[in-house]
């Protein structure tokens, strides 16, 4: 009784809701499908917040393992911190589970530090930290209750056109250079695989159409970079190997 007292403790309400508890392992109804979905979308989220502390760090290592951020996008960092920016701000305001405001705050803290870094290793060091201040200062106020709610479902809702845009103007800076420069293809397909488990977790954990298709745009978006990374793999490897000769 004390370990089943226990385990209700761990998994109640944190991973399951009582009454699927009961369900899945008290009566061992493991095909109940609307518990079953709670706890993958549970466990999802879990695993989703726990691969944003790091999903970026692998590019932040690697521009500040090359002193370069060469082949990255600082437009594409822009837009795609709008977005990372909307999506945090508006699960605040409508008061989301923990899950996506959580991810959101690590992804816009790495994303902060790639832009960061960008404009530091381009010579431009003085606009990077105005940068910084620009961004946090207008966050504050994002978050702040001066600002409507109208506004904050605005930001969201330019969250797609603003994901399709950093994406394109990223696959477009491939593609000119003919190769992927200083992209980390682990943080690529962690935020690839990301988007795609961020589907399921925002129409079961939300309920809102907008969160759910703006990772369906986000998982095709960081499906063409993923794809361009492959097929530039030899060329972006070889760029690297000529800067270390």
């Avoid at 832009?115 to 994002?142: D, E, M, N």
Wanted: a positive charge; glycine letters at 6%; hydrophobic letters at 50%.
């Amino acid at each position: 009784m004390a370990a089943e007292a226990l385990l209700r403790g761990l998994l109640v309400p944190h991973l399951l809701p009582e009454r699927c508890y009961d369900e899945l392992l008290l009566r061992f109804n493991l095909l109940h499908v609307p518990c079953l979905k709670i706890l993958i979308s549970k466990c999802l989220g879990i695993a989703i917040v726990a691969g944003s502390l790091m999903v970026k760090l692998p590019q932040v290592f690697k521009i500040l393992k090359a002193k370069s951020a060469e082949g990255l996008s600082f437009n594409s960092i822009l837009l795609e911190l709008l977005a990372i920016t909307g999506t945090m701000v508006y699960s605040v305001a409508n008061s989301f589970p923990f899950s996506p405001h959580t991810k959101a705050l690590f992804l816009m803290l790495q994303t902060v530090a790639i832009g960061f870094l960008a404009q530091h290793f381009g010579g431009r060091t003085a606009q990077g930290i105005s940068f910084l201040v620009l961004y946090f200062a207008l966050l504050a106020l994002l978050l702040s209750p001066l600002v409507p709610q109208a506004v904050v479902t605005l930001l969201q809702a330019t969250n797609m056109p603003a994901i399709i845009i950093s994406r394109v103007l990223q696959a477009a800076t491939n593609y000119h250079n003919g190769h992927t420069g200083q992209l980390s293809a682990i943080t690529i397909f962690l935020l690839f695989a990301g988007s795609l488990a961020r589907i399921f977790t925002s129409v079961q954990e939300t309920g809102d159409p907008l969160m759910a298709v703006t990772y369906v745009v986000s998982s095709v978006c960081n499906g063409v970079i993923a794809g361009q990374l492959l097929y530039y793999w030899d060329m972006s490897a070889g760029v690297e190997a000529r800067k270390k000769q």
